[in-house]
């Protein structure tokens, strides 16, 4: 909890400004939009994650989302496929782009960045070029379906909880199980902290690598698929759009360090709580300019991150 104490106070400090600020932010469907949002975002969060924890990278995640978020819906919809079709073959694409991107860091030794950058390009051309450009949704068809991404249950009487969010507590409950409590978590955590001790040490590196990065690939199909049903609408040129920064920033500010080794499951949705309570500032908060979201957003998390760092400082100064 120390290690994230910073980055929680950062949460806190935004939260209570935001509402300060605007009255309607307590209001309960803005907290449930906050929630939904949280649960969107966090999953994307979640699966980089396991990626930076092995001193690695992902760049694709959002041209993913674009792929996924397209070619579902172009495929019941276009297709003739049904609902659960697209999805198993939505799932599979992503389970190859993970394994070919872990395939090639490890065996032909790339470098991450290299190569999830041009899967980044990659994927979302092939999103252009599948739906000829189009933009892509539902329409008012498949209700059942799109339920899965803007479903709520009740709780509390007046207080809803989405689907997205339970689904992140879900997998957030299954991540920590994952690295605190198996010997493959431990795994990835030595191979960030010293890959080439904990290859000597007779674990296949390359094997966690690939994993983690499949991993990651899935979650941002996951993410893409709820995006798709919740919104219900995906221009190919720029569904995704930054996504992938958002995803890093969150894991990062919740305490993924890039060098790797390093990572709480708990900091990871903190971070992303905090990203989505800044975006939700800037659209209540009038005299804040709409277009100038990446300058703020940037501005604060360059200050929250430097306050993290300091906080870790004086934990682990010698008393």
């Known amino acids: 909890m120390k290690n994230i104490r910073g980055i929680f106070i950062a949460l806190v400090v935004v939260y209570v400004i935001t509402a300060f600020l605007n009255e309607n932010?307590?209001?309960?469907?803005?907290?449930?939009?906050?929630?939904?949002?949280?649960?969107?975002?966090?999953?994307?969060?979640?699966?980089v994650a396991f990626v930076i924890i092995t001193g690695g990278i992902d760049l694709s995640i959002g041209a993913v989302v674009c792929?996924?978020?397209?070619?579902?819906?172009?495929?019941?919809?276009?297709?003739?496929?049904?609902?659960?079709?697209?999805?198993?073959?939505?799932?599979?694409?992503?389970?190859?782009?993970?394994?070919?991107?872990?395939?090639?860091?490890?065996?032909?030794?790339?470098?991450?960045?290299?190569?999830?950058?041009?899967?980044?390009?990659?994927?979302?051309?092939?999103a252009r070029g599948l739906t000829d450009d189009q933009s892509q949704g539902f329409?008012?068809?498949?209700?059942?379906?799109?339920?899965?991404?803007?479903?709520?249950?009740?709780?509390?009487?007046?207080?809803?909880?989405?689907?997205?969010?339970?689904?992140?507590?879900?997998l957030a409950i299954v991540a920590?199980?994952?690295?605190?409590?198996?010997?493959?978590?431990?795994?990835?955590?030595?191979?960030?902290?010293?890959?080439?001790?904990?290859?000597?040490?007779?674990i296949n590196t390359d094997r966690m690598v690939i994993l983690s990065y499949v991993?990651?690939?899935?979650?941002?199909?996951?993410?893409?698929?709820?995006?798709?049903?919740?919104g219900n609408s995906a221009q190919p040129s720029d569904y995704g759009n930054f996504f992938e920064l958002y995803a890093i920033a969150a894991a990062v500010l919740g305490g993924c360090s890039l060098r790797g080794g390093e990572g709480t499951v708990l900091g990871v949705l903190i971070g992303t709580a905090v990203m989505q309570v800044l975006k939700n500032m800037i659209n209540l908060v009038t005299w804040?300019?709409?277009?100038?979201?990446?300058?703020?957003?940037?501005?604060?998390?360059?200050?929250?991150?430097?306050?993290?760092?300091?906080?870790?400082?004086?934990?682990?100064r010698p008393k």
Not at 184 to 195: H, M, V
Not at 215 to 230: D, R, T, Y
Not at 303 to 314: G, H, N, Q, T, W
């Open 25 to 47: 932010f307590l209001g309960g469907y803005n907290q449930g939009k906050l929630l939904e949002r949280t649960g969107l975002y966090g999953i994307l969060s979640l699966g």
């Open 67 to 126: 792929l996924v978020g397209c070619g579902v819906p172009w495929l019941v919809t276009r297709q003739g496929w049904s609902p659960g079709s697209a999805v198993g073959m939505a799932f599979l694409v992503s389970f190859g782009i993970g394994l070919s991107h872990g395939l090639l860091i490890t065996k032909l030794k790339l470098q991450p960045f290299v190569v999830t950058l041009c899967g980044l390009l990659i994927y979302r051309g092939a």
């Open 139 to 170: 329409g008012n068809d498949y209700t059942g379906f799109r339920e899965w991404g803007t479903g709520e249950i009740s709780m509390f009487g007046k207080f809803s909880v989405a689907y997205p969010f339970l689904i992140l507590v879900v």
């Open 176 to 202: 920590w199980i994952f690295l605190r409590k198996t010997i493959w978590g431990r795994y990835l955590f030595a191979l960030g902290n010293n890959e080439e001790a904990t290859r000597l040490s007779g």
């Open 215 to 230: 991993i990651c690939s899935m979650l941002a199909a996951l993410g893409g698929l709820l995006f798709i049903l919740n």
């Open 288 to 316: 804040l300019e709409t277009h100038m979201e990446f300058l703020i957003v940037g501005v604060v998390l360059l200050v929250a991150v430097m306050a993290d760092e300091l906080v870790k400082r004086r934990v682990r």
